[in-house]
């Protein structure tokens, strides 16, 4: 017998004597082959698997920045919590000053501003300054913060010496600091949703609002309080406390692109939004269409060649109807905008 035989011989035998342990081996791999079958299919933006697959931006963490250290870090970790609770400081019962109506910054900018999809501020470091046409003027960061404090939290905006705008500007810098000058990350800011043939709908929308917004957002649209009655549980989405008719969620375009991609909170994300598109309009054109404070916006958009399709308060370049800029139908709007743009 030479000792190719008594290998084969004695590697038969050991697995007709161990034949339950083979079974149990077999059985593991077949295990392991589907869970990795299964991890690679997960839709989960926070899996290893889908960054890699999709290059949508990945903020930076203050766990593994080991460079941002002293008072350059205790400024980032300041900005980012007045984001997150800016009621906190700056609510009506505000620490620093009662300067707005008690929503937080992160209610529209999730996650502290960095959630893709979720109005975030990557790309903020790396394109401001720059010409804005609703002012008409090349804005830096300053002024962009001071436009939401205004508009979107109906106050004022803190003094720009101040301790808490520095904060807030080194944590906008901080998470925009890998992102090149002039551009801006998949993921950024607000979806944009394909256009309706048809005009968005009120009415629908009050449906879509009840069914699905209503329990956190309230039966008047006023949200929740914390216990504590000092900051939102849930924020309000239209009445004395929400956004002003000056707000950027005030153009149905961006309140759709917002609320398909991140309402319901916690439920709907990108890939998997709960809303469909009709149902995102719809419901945009219904939440706009109810009561909320006044601003003076007589100065905005200086040039009115430039106002956007859906900014609903004339006049207009176009010829177009303010309800329709309002509500749509917006492609034949969009394409005379095109026209008037090229006959210039
Ligand atoms: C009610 C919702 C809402 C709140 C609250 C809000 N914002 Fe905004 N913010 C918006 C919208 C909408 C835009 C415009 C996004 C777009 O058009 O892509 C915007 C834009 C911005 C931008 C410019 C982003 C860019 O990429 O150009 C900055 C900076 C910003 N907000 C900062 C703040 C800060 C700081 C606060 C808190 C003081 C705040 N926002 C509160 C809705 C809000
Ligand atoms: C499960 C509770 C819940 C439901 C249901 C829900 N939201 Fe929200 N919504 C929130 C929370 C919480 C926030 C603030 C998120 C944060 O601060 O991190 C928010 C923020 C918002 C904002 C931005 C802030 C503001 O108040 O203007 C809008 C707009 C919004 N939701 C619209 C909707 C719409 C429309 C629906 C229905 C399609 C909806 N939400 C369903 C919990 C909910």
Same mark, same amino acid.
């Given at each position: 017998?030479?000792s190719?035989?008594?290998n084969?011989k004695?590697?038969?035998?050991?697995?007709?004597?161990?034949?339950q342990l083979?079974i149990?081996?077999?059985v593991?791999?077949?295990?392991?082959?589907f869970?990795?079958l299964?991890?690679s299919?997960?839709?989960?933006?926070?899996?290893l698997?889908t960054q890699?697959? +999709?290059? &949508?931006?990945?903020?930076p963490s203050?766990?593994? +920045?080991?460079e941002l250290?002293?008072p350059q870090?205790d400024?980032?970790?300041?900005?980012?919590?007045?984001?997150?609770n800016?009621?906190?400081?700056?609510?009506p019962?505000?620490?620093?000053?009662?300067?707005?109506n008690?929503?937080?910054?992160?209610?529209?900018?999730?996650?502290?501003?960095k959630?893709?999809?979720?109005?975030?501020y990557?790309a903020?470091?790396?394109?401001?300054?720059?010409?804005?046409q609703?002012?008409?003027e090349i804005? %830096?960061?300053?002024k962009?913060?001071?436009?939401c404090?205004?508009?979107s939290l109906?106050?004022?905006?803190?003094?720009s010496n101040s301790?808490?705008?520095k904060?807030?500007?080194?944590?906008?810098?901080?998470?925009?600091?890998?992102?090149?000058?002039?551009e801006k990350?998949?993921?950024s800011?607000?979806?944009?949703?394909?256009?309706?043939?048809?005009a968005a709908s009120p009415?629908k929308?009050?449906?879509?609002?009840t069914?699905q917004?209503?329990s956190?957002h309230?039966?008047? %649209?006023e949200g929740?309080?914390?216990?504590s009655?000092?900051?939102?549980e849930y924020?309000?989405l239209?009445g004395?406390?929400?956004y002003?008719?000056?707000?950027?969620l005030f153009?149905?375009?961006?309140?759709?692109?917002y609320v398909?991609?991140?309402?319901?909170?916690?439920? !709907? &994300?990108?890939?998997?939004p709960k809303l469909t &598109?009709?149902e995102?309009? +719809?419901?945009? !054109?219904f939440?706009n269409?109810?009561?909320?404070p006044k601003?003076?916006?007589?100065?905005d958009w200086p040039?009115?060649?430039q106002?956007p399709?859906?900014?609903?308060f004339?006049?207009y370049?176009d010829?177009f109807s303010?309800?329709?800029h309002?509500?749509?139908?917006f492609?034949?709007i969009?394409a005379?905008i095109?026209?008037l743009k090229?006959?210039?």
């Amino acid at each position: 017998m030479n000792s190719d035989k008594l290998n084969k011989k004695s590697i038969g035998y050991t697995l007709r004597t161990n034949w339950q342990l083979v079974i149990i081996v077999i059985v593991i791999f077949i295990v392991l082959f589907f869970e990795l079958l299964k991890s690679s299919n997960i839709d989960n933006s926070s899996t290893l698997s889908t960054q890699l697959n +999709d290059s &949508t931006w990945v903020p930076p963490s203050l766990f593994t +920045d080991n460079e941002l250290t002293g008072p350059q870090r205790d400024m980032v970790i300041y900005g980012e919590d007045i984001i997150a609770n800016t009621a906190r400081y700056f609510g009506p019962a505000g620490s620093i000053a009662p300067i707005s109506n008690g929503m937080n910054c992160q209610n529209c900018h999730l996650n502290a501003g960095k959630k893709n999809w979720g109005n975030n501020y990557s790309a903020v470091y790396s394109t401001y300054p720059k010409l804005r046409q609703r002012s008409g003027e090349i804005e %830096g960061i300053y002024k962009r913060v001071s436009d939401c404090f205004e508009r979107s939290l109906n106050g004022s905006a803190p003094d720009s010496n101040s301790k808490e705008y520095k904060a807030i500007y080194e944590y906008i810098k901080w998470i925009g600091q890998d992102v090149k000058k002039g551009e801006k990350p998949k993921g950024s800011g607000i979806d944009k949703l394909t256009f309706l043939d048809r005009a968005a709908s009120p009415e629908k929308g009050k449906q879509v609002y009840t069914a699905q917004c209503l329990s956190c957002h309230g039966t008047n %649209g006023e949200g929740q309080l914390t216990l504590s009655g000092t900051s939102y549980e849930y924020p309000p989405l239209w009445g004395d406390h929400s956004y002003n008719i000056g707000a950027g969620l005030f153009r149905i375009s961006s309140f759709a692109g917002y609320v398909k991609t991140n309402m319901p909170f916690n439920q !709907a &994300t990108h890939s998997n939004p709960k809303l469909t &598109t009709e149902e995102a309009w +719809d419901v945009a !054109a219904f939440v706009n269409s109810q009561p909320r404070p006044k601003k003076d916006i007589s100065k905005d958009w200086p040039d009115i060649s430039q106002k956007p399709f859906d900014h609903p308060f004339g006049p207009y370049a176009d010829g177009f109807s303010e309800t329709q800029h309002k509500f749509g139908p917006f492609k034949s709007i969009i394409a005379k905008i095109e026209t008037l743009k090229k006959e210039k």
